[in-house]
């Protein structure tokens, strides 16, 4: 429990305003699922935070909590459903185990809004999914499900809308300014000034060897930013793809990581044992990092890819598609 208190500690970064402190109660009761383990994570990339035991289909779960934070329930077969979770506040999940898109969440007003939405989400086609989620923001900016719809259908999404995500945060900030809000404004004011076509910004930073790290560190015909964390999965399996395609490439592919732990030591456990060999940039101010902060990143894992004389190619790539356009790029 101290582990999991201590990312939700972690999470406060982009906690809401309210610091009334409580204990936050989630029970859940679910068809088809007798026994097994959800994972709860703080959502927008803020790690693992607690296990949740179910036993007969039933959970119980509490945790004290400062600030409200958005969760999410993550089942064995990595289904997702978001929780708004409140110091003081009770929610109840309920649902078929083989039907979890039409699980609900019901205990609150906000959780009320966002189960809906999801409901609703179920019988939207492709084509409207944007305007639908803006639709949403557009009705309820002062609800704080609004955070999750904007961070999932415009933040995260391929080739991301930003102005359009700009606009919609400004009336949630302005309907109910959070902390949550400040942090995304920073973020796309990043993004927004250093889009796919424009030059990398002057990079200036301190590797955990202690070196610096400069734009003359991306003189390869292909660069690549990283983001990732010791506590992240996926960020850790492309890091060592990546050293993979550093030996395969040479000096034609260079490489910046930057590791969002709070703890400089997992970091560099971590980049010990896979052997990576580029500048590894961590503060120890997880999403408060300048240079993240300069260059507009959001989640974890994420990248960016720049050309030789420093333009920005590519995008938030993870993945399959970041492999394949570092080896287009290098054929």
Known sequence: MKKALAYLLFTLIVASCSSSGGTFRMKGKFKNFNQGELLVYSLMGKGRIDTIKLTEGRFNYEVPLEDTVLISVVFPNYSEIPVIAAPGGSVNMQGDASHLRE?????????????????QMNEVTPPEIENTASAFITANPASYGCIYVLNKYFLLKNKAPY?????????????????????????????????VGDRLPKLSAKTINGANVTNADLKGDVNVITVWSSWNYESQSIQRQLHRLKNKYGSRLQLVS???????????????RDSLSWPVVCSGQMWDTPLVKQLGFFAVPDALIADRNGRITARQLTGTALYDEIEKRLK
Do not use: W
Not at 105 to 119: I, K
Not at 170 to 187: C, E, I
């Open 163 to 195: 102005d359009k995500a700009y606009n919609l945060l400004s009336k949630m900030h302005q309907a109910a300014p959070r902390r949550l809000t400040k942090y995304l404004y920073q973020q796309l004011a990043g993004i927004r000034s250093v889009k």
């Open 103 to 119: 699980v609900k969440v019901e205990g609150d007003d906000d959780n009320h809004l966002l189960t809906e939405f999801r409901l």
């Open 258 to 272: 930057i590791c969002i732990d709070g703890n400089l030591a997992d970091c560099r456990q971590t980049a010990r």
